[in-house]
């Protein structure tokens, strides 16, 4: 039964691990939004300057073209680590459920150690990772 021990208990270093990884990526997404912004602000005094020097020339829309190359990049990587996020936070809930799960058999199935142990095999046999070819296709 000491197997399920660690079910019964909240690791608080695991909480810590999660919640750092998370503030992490929020901070990343963060950092790739206000890169949006400054082009946008970029892209805005550029319009300014055309008008000031009396329309389009090819300085602007080289300058233009570049920066719209580089808000594109940004808001890809916006993009790339909402959806990132997006994916890890219903992983952690998911690991967090099944957390639960496992505390509530534990403590029902206290006095029943051979019921933990077939229960035990049965999840490890859920988690068991089967290997094979697989393509991704986009």
Known sequence: MHHMDNHVEFDPDEAKH????????????????????????????????????GGITSEFVADASRLIGQANSALKL????????????????????????SRILVDTLRDQPHLLDLVERRMLAMNTVIDTDYEVVE
């Open 18 to 53: 999660v919640e750092d990884a998370r503030s992490k990526s929020i901070d990343t997404l963060d950092s790739a939004e206000d890169i949006v912004i400054r082009i946008r602000s970029y892209l805005d005094e550029l319009e300014e300057q055309k008008e000031a020097q």
């Open 78 to 101: 916006v993009g790339q680590l909402k959806r990132e996020i997006g994916v890890d936070s219903q992983l952690l809930l998911a690991q967090a459920q099944m957390n639960d799960i």
